[in-house]
Nanobody, 129 residues
Framework: QSQLVESGGGLVQSGGSLRLSCVASGFPIGWYAVGWFRQSPGKEREAVSCIGQSDDSTYYRDSVKGRFAISRVHDKNTVYMQMNSLKPEATGGYYC??????????????????????WGQGTQATVSA
């Protein structure tokens, strides 16, 4: 069964760090652009960071630039998102998705989950003040 599985969420204090993992099974994650999306209570789903389909180019929303880093390890079939200097507004469910897209196309247009080739089940990150 081809799928994405996220992990690495948890409860941290403001200023802390988390590393989220998005592991692909059944398909090479390197064939797709991959994005991390955040769903916070009362807010629309937003793209946090994305990595390109073929060249591993990256894109970040302005609020996380310099603090978050997305990376792909091909032999682990995994995309990571390192989140540093976390703030309470980062609290939410984090989902990874994979689709054939440009890195900007992946992050600039947030689709419904069924609009992606693969969509994970999510991992919760909670940042306390």
């Amino acid at each position: 069964q081809s799928q994405l599985v996220e992990s690495g969420g948890g409860l941290v204090q403001s200023g802390g760090s988390l590393r989220l993992s998005c592991v692909a099974s059944g398909f090479p994650i390197g064939w797709y652009a991959v994005g991390w999306f955040r769903q916070s209570p009362g807010k629309e789903r937003e793209a946090v960071s994305c990595i390109g389909q073929s060249d591993d180019s990256t894109y970040y929303r302005d609020s996380v630039k310099g603090r978050f880093a997305i990376s792909r390890v091909h032999d682990k079939n995994t995309v990571y998102m390192q989140m540093n200097s976390l703030k309470p507004e980062a609290t939410g469910g984090y989902y990874c998705a994979a689709a054939p897209a440009t890195v900007r196309g992946m992050c600039m247009t947030v689709r419904e989950s069924h609009g992606y080739d693969y969509w994970g089940q999510g991992t919760q990150a909670t940042v306390s003040a």
